[in-house]
């Protein structure tokens, strides 16, 4: 193997946290910058989602172990979907169409998150912040961290991913979704031209409206044309827009970490429709 691809084999998730990270850090301050907030009332708000990282960053990093390990098997056994397509050694197979297969994996994932009672149940915690910024990016209960990465494990051994894929793809996520969670959207016209394509700001925070429909649309990670083709697209104006879940309106819950890490084994935690 060449030098460079052991490298980043070999150091793959420290390159991904110190991009998660970076990136995180600079578009928080880039908010604060442009904001009227002081430091004191912006940091108050992330400091919950930071405890809330904290608590299923074990969670992420072992079940990681595990994403590698079904890399390193699908590569090694020539296992998953690629490998009975046309040109499945093809650079266009092992990145372009890998990549678009696992974005897809993640729309299914998202859309199953909501779906179903037991699994909203924790994705409920991400949902229930009553304002959205980059920081809300790491706000996950370890409960849908672990199905989330467990979801992934099943479509890297569906897809037959290898790790040069997986981290292009972790790459490219981790810049759309913290730029999705960006607390400002991107002007009209930018926005309907790159919204037929990629999930933008203004997309996701649809999907952060309080009431549904709203919240069960737009469940792209990168792309959004998967919402287009199931019929889950939706758009909502700026005005209109309210974050959060109508089930948990009150800040007392929303902003205190027990009441938070405890919220999917609370009655509450049942959806209206």
């Known amino acids: ?44 708000h992330a400091r919950l989602n930071v405890t809330l990282m904290l608590l299923a960053l ?10 590698v390990m079904a890399a390193t098997w699908v590569t090694v056994h020539h296992w998953g979907l690629l490998q009975v397509l046309p040109g499945s050694s093809s650079a266009w197979s092992k990145y372009v ?9 993640d729309y299914v994932y998202h859309f199953t998150m909501h779906k179903l009672t037991w699994l ?15 920081s809300t990016t790491i706000r996950e209960h370890p409960g849908d961290t672990f199905v989330r990465v467990g979801f992934l494990i099943i479509w890297v051994v569906l897809v037959g991913a290898g790790w040069g894929v997986l981290l292009l793809r972790q790459t490219v996520e981790t810049i759309s979704n913290i730029t999705s969670h960006s607390k400002y959207r991107l002007p ?3 926005d309907r031209a790159l919204g037929w394509i990629f ?36 758009e909502l104006p700026t005005s209109e827009t309210v974050f959060g879940v109508d089930t948990h309106q009150s800040k007392q819950i929303t902003d205190n970490f027990k009441e938070v890490v405890m919220m999917p084994f609370r009655p509450q935690a049942r959806r209206k429709r």
Request: no cysteine; glycine share 6%; proline share 3%.
């Open 1 to 44: 193997m060449p030098l460079h691809k052991s490298f980043f084999a070999e150091h793959g998730t420290t390159i991904q946290v110190l991009l998660y990270a970076g990136l995180l850090t600079m578009l928080w301050f880039v908010e604060l910058i442009i904001s009227a907030e002081s430091i004191g009332e912006k940091w108050n």
């Open 58 to 67: 074990p969670v992420q990093l072992v079940m990681t172990i595990f994403v």
């Open 97 to 105: 169409l890998a990549f678009v297969l696992l974005d897809f994996g």
């Open 120 to 134: 909203w149940r924790f994705h409920l915690v991400h949902h229930s912040a009553r304002e959205v910024d980059v």
């Open 188 to 190: 009209y016209r930018l």
């Open 199 to 234: 999930i933008t700001p203004n997309l996701h925070h649809v999907h952060h409206h309080y009431q549904q429909p709203y919240t069960d649309s737009n469940f792209g990670d990168v792309f959004s044309v998967w919402d287009r083709l199931f019929g889950t697209y939706a």
